[in-house]
C-alpha cells in the first residue's frame, strides 16, 4: 500500500449559509482545496453527506459536484454513516488512493442544514438512529444523548457541573477560528445557567447545526517531491460499527466502534496514544467528548470529565482537545463534521492554526461518530 | 492487485414486501448471500441504497444492517449513487478486496418504495435529477427520459413502435425468473396500447418500482482452492459520471458516461464488445436499454431499436439482455438493481440460470447508471 498525502485543504465557514446552496457551498470547498493542491482535476470523488435527499431534494450529489467543480466524467459517489459520514468518505478515499486505483481523488464532506426548518432538521437527523425502534417512537438524537449522559452521571457519581471544561474548552478555542459557528467565549456559571433541552442535555452540552462544506486532497506520497519540505500523511485510517439502537449494546456506556477503530488505527500508524498531539474528537454532546476519550485510551472508564476538569483537553493539556473549536463551537455540519476535523489537524500539523496552534504538532487523531456510536471512523495524521 | 471472486449470491423477489421492511428484506438476501458463501462474517458491508432516508426513515444503513445480519461491529457504508447506487456499492467493494483492504466483502443493494404513496416515492425518486434546475420545476423522472425519447425518435426516425421489441424480451424473460416483479407476456399490440405516461413513453416502456434487496460475497480468487471448480470473477469494474441535467450535457443523446467506464472495464477485463455473451443493461425506460447498447459498442449511434428488432437482443441472439427480465419485468428497486444484474449474470455463468439460460456463457456484463445518464458503473464478469 502506498502511504496517502493531503496536499491540499478548503472549507466554508461553518454558518447559516441562506445565500448559498449546498452545492455552492460544497464546490466552493472543492475549489479552495484543488487550488491549494495545484490540480485542477483529480480521478475520483468522495462525498460525505447524510441529509441532502430530505433537506435539499437532491441526492446524486457525487456526480452533481463532480460536473458542478469542473470535473465532469470522473469517478464520483456519496458516502453515507449518519454523522460519520465525512470521514467515511476519507476513509473510502485512502483506500483508493493507498490501493492505485486512484492516483488523486478529493474527500469531502457537505451538509445544508438551515434551510428548513429545526422540526425538519431534527427529524432529518434522527434517520441516523434506528427507525422502527428508536425515532419513529419520537425519541430525538439529543433524547438519546440524554439517556446516556443521565446514566453515565448515576453511574460514575458525577454532576452535570463537572462537564462544564469541555464546554468552556470547546468554545474558547472557537475564538480563533474564523470559520467556527460560535464565538461566544463562556464561563461555567453559563454553563449551568444554560437552558435545559433533554434533561441533563443542556444548551451548553449541545453542539449547533450549520451549514458547512470541507475537502481535501488525497495523493499518493511517493508522487510528492522530497524536497526537504514536510508532508502531512495520513498514516491510519480505520473504521468499525456497532449496534444502531442503544438498548441493543451489552453496555451502552462504551464506545466499542471507538475502541476498535481506534485501537485499529494505532497499529496502522505505529503509535501509542501517548504520542498523540492533539485529538479532534466528536464532542457533538459533552458526554460524547467522555466516552470518546475513553474508548481510545486517554482516560480510564468513568474518568473522561477528570480530564476536562483537570484541563488536559486545552491547548497546553496533555491531550488537547476541539482545538479549533470542535463540534461544540466550529459547528456540527453533519456530514462534513469528520471532514472539518482532518482538514483541522492539517492546519495543526503544518503549523497553521494560528492563535490555537498546538506547538510542534506532529500527530493528530480525529474520531467522527455516526449515529449515537454505531458508525465510528478514526483517522491518525503525522507530518513527517 | 488480486482478482475478486464472487461466492455468494442472495436475492428477494422483487415486489410489495408490505409484510417486510426495509431491514428483513435486507437481512434476508445477506443471509443467504453468506449461507451460500459458507460465512458467518466479512470483514466489509457496502450497502448501496438511495432512498431509505426519505421512505422509511431511516438512514445510517451500513451500521443498521451489519448488526441486524449478525456481524456486529464490521466496517459499514450506505453508497448512493442514484439508480446507480447497487454497482457503486460492488465497485467500491471490489476496490477493497482487490487491494487487500479487507479480505472479504459483503456487498448489497436494497430499497423500499412501496409503502409510500406514489407521489411520495415519485419525488423521493426525482431527488437523482438536479433540484435546482430540474426537478424541483416539476419535471419527473420519467418526463426527462420522455425529452430524451423524443428527441431520439426525432432526430433518427423511428417511431415509438419500434422499441416494442425492448419490452417483449424483457417480459418474455421474466416469466421463468421466480423472482421478477412482472410474469405478463407481452405482445407488440399490448405495447402500443399500453397507457401513455408521458409522451412518448407508456407504460410498457418504463420498468416498475418494487422492494427488493440483492447481495453478493466477495473474497480474493487466490484465497480458493483451485479444485478444477469454475470460480465466478469480476474481471472489470468501472464507473464515470456525466452533467447530472440533460441540458448540461453537449449531446443529449449519447451516455458519455456508460461510454467511458464500458470502455475502461473492456481493458480492465482484456475483452471486446464481441466477446461479451450477455449484457444486463439499465433498462428503466426502453429508451435507456437502446442509448446503453450504443455507447458500449454494441450498435451504431441511432441503431440500438434496429437490434432489438432483428432479434439479437433476446436469448439467442448476438447480444443477450435483460436475460431474467431487466429493470423493465424482473423490476427496478432502485439502489439494489445494479446488484440484481450482477447476481443474474453470476448465475448465467454458473449455468443455473434455468430456461433463461444462455448456453455456455462465460462473459457477461452489467451496466447500472443513476440519474438520467450521469453516474454510471460498468463490471464485467468472467467463468475462470
Chains 1, 2 share one sequence.
Not at 130 to 147: I, M, P
Not at 180 to 188: C, F, Q, T
Not at 232 to 251: F, M, P, Q
Not at 366 to 384: C, D, E
Amino acid at each position: 500500500m502506498r502511504q496517502v498525502a493531503v496536499i491540499g485543504i478548503g472549507q466554508t465557514p461553518v454558518d447559516e449559509h441562506w445565500d448559498k446552496s449546498l452545492r455552492e457551498i460544497a464546490v466552493q470547498a472543492i475549489v479552495q482545496a484543488l487550488s491549494e493542491a495545484g490540480r485542477e482535476k483529480v480521478d475520483g470523488l468522495f462525498v460525505g453527506n447524510m441529509m441532502s435527499g430530505i433537506l435539499s431534494h437532491q441526492e446524486n450529489l457525487g456526480a452533481l459536484l463532480a460536473d458542478w467543480s469542473g470535473m465532469p466524467g470522473i469517478e464520483a459517489f456519496k458516502v453515507e454513516a449518519a454523522c460519520g459520514s465525512g470521514s467515511a468518505a476519507v476513509h473510502l478515499g485512502v483506500m483508493a488512493v493507498a490501493s492505485g486505483f486512484m492516483d488523486s481523488a478529493l474527500v469531502m464532506g457537505a451538509e445544508k442544514m438551515t434551510e428548513t426548518s429545526m422540526a425538519e432538521t431534527t427529524a432529518a437527523l434522527a434517520t441516523a438512529a434506528d427507525a422502527d425502534f428508536e425515532s419513529d417512537h419520537g425519541v430525538s438524537f439529543v433524547g438519546l444523548n440524554a439517556l446516556i449522559m443521565q446514566r453515565y452521571l448515576y453511574e460514575y457519581k458525577w454532576k452535570h457541573a463537572d462537564f462544564a471544561p469541555f464546554s468552556i474548552n470547546a468554545h474558547e478555542n472557537a475564538m480563533n477560528n474564523p470559520n467556527a459557528r460560535l464565538h461566544d467565549r463562556i464561563s461555567a456559571a453559563d454553563y449551568r445557567k444554560a437552558r435545559m433541552i433533554a434533561d441533563p442535555i443542556n444548551l451548553l452540552d449541545a453542539s449547533p447545526t450549520g451549514d458547512g462544506a470541507a475537502a481535501l486532497v488525497l495523493v499518493p506520497l511517493e508522487s510528492l517531491p522530497s524536497n526537504g519540505m514536510p508532508h502531512i500523511v495520513i498514516a491510519g485510517s480505520a473504521s468499525a460499527t456497532d449496534s444502531i439502537a442503544i438498548h441493543d449494546r451489552k453496555d451502552g456506556l462504551w464506545l466499542s466502534a471507538a475502541y476498535t477503530s481506534a485501537r485499529k488505527a494505532y497499529g496502522q500508524a505505529g503509535v501509542p496514544p501517548d504520542d498523540i498531539d492533539l485529538f479532534e474528537l466528536h464532542d457533538a454532546f459533552s458526554i460524547m467528548g467522555a466516552l470518546s476519550l475513553e474508548a481510545c485510551g486517554f482516560a480510564e472508564r468513568g474518568q473522561g470529565p477528570r480530564l476536562a476538569l483537570d484541563g488536559e483537553i486545552c491547548p497546553q493539556g496533555r491531550i488537547p482537545i476541539a482545538t479549533r473549536g470542535g463540534l461544540k463551537a466550529r459547528g456540527h455540519p453533519v456530514g462534513a463534521t469528520g471532514v472539518y476535523q482532518i482538514l483541522e489537524i492539517v492546519q495543526q500539523l503544518r503549523g497553521e492554526a494560528g492563535e490555537n496552534q498546538i506547538p510542534d504538532a506532529r500527530i493528530g487523531m480525529a474520531q467522527n461518530i455516526g449515529g449515537s456510536g454505531s458508525n465510528i471512523v478514526t483517522h491518525i495524521l503525522k507530518r513527517v
